[in-house]
């Protein structure tokens, strides 16, 4: 599913309303952005427990980030 939608002067887009019918989000809600290396940009909704499980993983994640773990680990 595809579908275009116009960024405003302040950073603001309208999601369209088959996209928020497909995520089942509704004002209020949460949606999480997340950015490929390759430039492209996913979004998914989130319910409030994820977000507190991100945050609690957040600084927990950046000790297997170097170069040298990501050839290690490639693979699997």
Same mark, same amino acid.
């Given at each position: 599913?595809? $579908?275009? $939608?116009? &960024? #405003?002067?302040?950073?603001?887009? #309208? +999601?369209?309303?088959? &996209?928020?019918? $497909?995520?089942? /989000?509704?004002? =209020?809600?949460? &949606?999480?952005?997340? %950015? =490929?290396?390759? =430039? #492209?940009? #996913? /979004?998914?909704? +989130?319910?409030?427990?994820? !977000?507190?499980?991100?945050?609690? %993983?957040? =600084?927990? %994640?950046?000790?297997? $980030?170097?170069?040298?773990?990501?050839?290690?680990?490639?693979? !699997?």
């Amino acid at each position: 599913m595809q $579908a275009v $939608a116009k &960024i #405003t002067s302040k950073g603001q887009t #309208t +999601i369209p309303q088959n &996209i928020r019918e $497909a995520l089942h /989000v509704a004002p =209020g809600d949460l &949606i999480s952005w997340e %950015l =490929g290396p390759d =430039g #492209t940009g #996913t /979004v998914r909704r +989130i319910q409030p427990l994820d !977000l507190e499980y991100l945050r609690a %993983l957040e =600084g927990t %994640l950046t000790e297997w $980030a170097s170069d040298a773990d990501e050839d290690a680990y490639r693979e !699997l």
